[in-house]
């Protein structure tokens, strides 16, 4: 854990909209910047499925953060001028409540014992973060990928409570490919036998089924053609050839990344994370998704696509930018050609710095 | 098996290009129509991954083929007219010898002793084929898929082997987007307990493994726009929702196509065939795939690409007929626009069955 988080604790009892209660929760997040003495000035970072709330560095940990060239001092999420807040998603691994966290009645870690998670109950946790800090209305809420979907839940549990909107790379809802992906994941972790049914010790993670859904994770994250031109048909000699692989260059690359995840991220965090994103559906009991969103009073937005991402296709942006502006909120969609899929925003800062100080540098004028 | 199945017998040792020998190899095949007195009229078809011989229907075997609509008296690959004979891949568990064919020594199945196999090896068992049926030269050369390295290898060891190709879906070698899926597919193979580095029993297969490489195919074979207007977030009730799945139709889909498949084809021959197709380049040694190709005296050649295979993409299509046009066949690309993916090809007939057609009657003229 960086030595810059922060936590919120919640005491008496948190319910999850599928049913279900913990006695408590906490909430990890970290702070760069000043909040301004009329408190307009802060932004809110919700993140993708892995990140921790170190967005960034600071004094108190410089080490970098996961979005290091966007936010800090004169970088497009300027902290010289933003107060800016990263929240680490309940059900994480990274400091807040999750299933890894300890039940305090058992002693030992929730596991399936955690209710039922959904974005909803992300974005009512983060909420907590922005009462604690006595903000009533946040400059900017920014969001990429499932974070972009926490963000729509809490606007809409929030209709008030932000004046601008940055989503990147996201969606209100999953389609069917995006949903087999994480289906096919999660099955590759159960069905792992070190799984246990989620009584895996703390010795002996489902490590085999980890590697598979990270490598799966990493297919659809990245794209083909960026593939084409890095690794081609090079082969490797990074790791000894197997029974039926790592000959390829493609291979030890998602070799390397799978080396680096598992061991990092809880499997039961993972997967009450990943099936967040399948269930969650802004426009859920709506007719549509304008009319879901009809309530939401922000200024303006900015969504962010990226034309090779097959996760989180660029249609989906464009379609909640349609939605939003349907509502008369000044919505842009900007589609950016970086060749890295769905983890552009991530890599291609050359492209994503630019176009975020735009954004911000608009929202000041 | 089917009843229309035939076989040719190899006795003496059949060598593959990697090294290793087997004592002799059964290839199966079927055919349909008859041979013109000139020998003139024989068009082969070699297959994808897992498909049998049994390419359609006959007196011999009613039951429908895996290409039924294209095969056929009067059908686009007319056996009214032609002599056609479709071969089971060397290394497949369809009645060809592979990993699951009995050593005659051991009386036990070859699996991992049965030698590396490449496409080439694949192609030079389809010739023995071609010899035993006494035919000099085809009329024409069919590949969806794997089929088309297959033919690919084939025309490079019989360069005046065939006067006309059709080519479908297919490369002249593998991109790492399509090493990654079946890497990985072959990976959740391996690393099933039941796997047993080759030894598991007849009765217990692989299966989870198994499952989850379908599954992954299935996600490579079709496309994220079929599955939107398919399936979008539509709900399932076939089967009892899981730990973390089975909650929207696109889950239920891949589940039934896993139950068809697993205990249908033998794990170590899937991965045997898996790999081949990461392993061809047609191109290797050469400084191109037109030089690779100069050889072939071909007259003609069609390659139907479809617009929505993100695992033979088309521009790897373009490039096959821009090397043999280069070489003065008179070569042509089609595309398609089938919603289907990969797997269009076996789908979406009325696409499929004009556009072959069409190139059939072509050759006759």
């Known amino acids: 854990m960086s030595k810059a988080t922060k936590f919120v604790n919640k005491d008496g009892p948190f319910r999850f909209k599928e049913g279900g209660s913990l006695p408590a929760v906490t909430v990890a997040y970290e702070t760069w910047g000043e909040l301004a003495a009329n408190r307009d000035n802060a932004v809110m970072i919700l993140t993708g499925l892995s990140p921790d709330a170190h967005a960034a560095s600071s004094e108190l940990d410089p080490s970098e953060g996961w979005w290091e060239p ?9 902290t010289d001028r933003h107060f800016v807040i990263c929240v680490n998603s309940l059900g994480s691994c990274k400091g807040s409540t999750g299933p890894s966290s300890t039940n305090p009645e058992t002693r030992q870690p929730w596991r399936l014992a955690f209710p039922v998670l959904t974005i909803e109950d992300i974005a009512a946790a983060a909420q907590l973060v922005i009462e604690h800090l006595g903000i009533e209305r946040l400059q900017a809420l920014v969001g990429p990928s499932m974070g972009g979907m926490s963000c729509l839940a809490w ?19 999953a389609e069917p490919f995006a949903i087999s992906i994480r289906s096919l994941q999660r099955e590759a972790i159960v069905t792992d036998p070190a799984w246990a049914e989620g009584g895996y010790s703390d010795d002996e993670w489902p490590i085999k089924g980890m590697r598979i859904a990270r490598k799966l994770g990493m297919i659809s994250y990245r794209s083909a053609v960026e593939w084409r031109d890095r690794f081609g048909r090079q082969k490797q000699d990074k790791y000894e050839p197997r029974l ?45 998704l304008a009319q879901a969103l009809a309530p939401i ?26 939605a939003l502006a349907e ?11 970086s060749v890295q899929g769905h983890d552009a925003f991530l890599v291609d800062y050359d492209r994503f710095c630019p176009a975020i100080e735009a954004y911000f540098t608009s929202i000041e004028e």
Do not use: K
């Open 155 to 173: 606007l809409q549990q929030n209709p008030l409570g932000a004046r601008h909107f940055l989503a990147i790379s996201t969606a209100a809802a």
């Open 244 to 288: 039926f692989g790592m000959n390829f260059a493609i291979e030890s690359y998602l070799e390397a990344a799978a080396d680096r995840f598992i061991g990092q991220f809880d499997p039961a965090c993972y997967l009450y994370l990943s099936r967040v994103m399948d269930w969650f559906d802004a426009a859920e009991g709506f007719d549509s």
């Open 70 to 78: 966007i936010v800090g001092p004169g970088r497009p999420i300027d």
């Open 297 to 322: 009073a922000l200024e303006s937005n900015l969504t962010i696509g990226v034309s090779t991402d097959v996760l989180w296709p660029s249609h989906q942006q464009i379609a909640l930018t349609a």
């Open 327 to 337: 509502n008369g909120v000044r919505s842009r969609y900007l589609e950016l050609p």
